[in-house]
């Protein structure tokens, strides 16, 4: 078994698509990032890498790389869930938390969890919790957000 852990984090601005988990959420900022700032899908995607032993999500997918601008980032998680495929391992369980003083995410972590499955891992192996900051610091303040993702992959059967 393999082990890896992630973590990201976004400023929230103005003129931005609040996109966390694949899902638009109403609100009025989103994350900027050169792709759609998905803080979820990146401390996903790079806990995967981890696990996998090859650096980090910069190195796979970087920022200066155009094909990637505004790009959907469940597609990057796509990609490693692929790569790890090709290296015959699976991802066995995820567990990941987003941390965000507003909007409130509960309503959509459901859909969050059914639109990370889409990328190949099965939505019972995804664990996705929401909190606030309890007012501290610059998540408190709405200036940005934070995840952190967990995951474990193991051998695929032959
Ligand atoms: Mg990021």
Redesign the pocket.
């Known amino acids: 078994m393999r082990i890896g852990i992630g973590y ?1 984090s ?1 400023r929230l601005v103005k003129g931005r698509k609040l996109i966390i988990g694949g899902v638009e959420i109403p609100f009025e900022k989103g994350l900027l ?1 050169h792709s759609d ?1 998905d ?1 979820l899908c ?1 401390a996903i995607t790079d806990s995967i890498v981890g696990a996998l032993g090859l650096g980090d999500i910069g190195r796979h997918f970087p920022d200066t790389d155009k094909k990637w601008k505004n790009a959907s980032s469940t597609k990057l998680l796509s990609k490693v869930v692929e790569l790890a495929g090709k290296k015959g391992l699976k991802v066995s369980y995820i567990d990941a938390v987003v941390i965000i003083e507003k909007p409130k995410l509960m309503p959509f972590i459901g859909k969050m969890r059914k639109c990370i499955a889409k990328t190949g891992v099965p939505v019972n192996l995804i664990n996705i919790k929401a909190k606030t900051n309890e007012g501290m610091g610059f998540i408190g303040k709405g200036q940005g957000a934070v995840a952190q993702a967990v995951c474990l992959l193991s051998h695929m059967v032959k």
């Open positions: 990201d976004h990032g700032g803080v990146h």
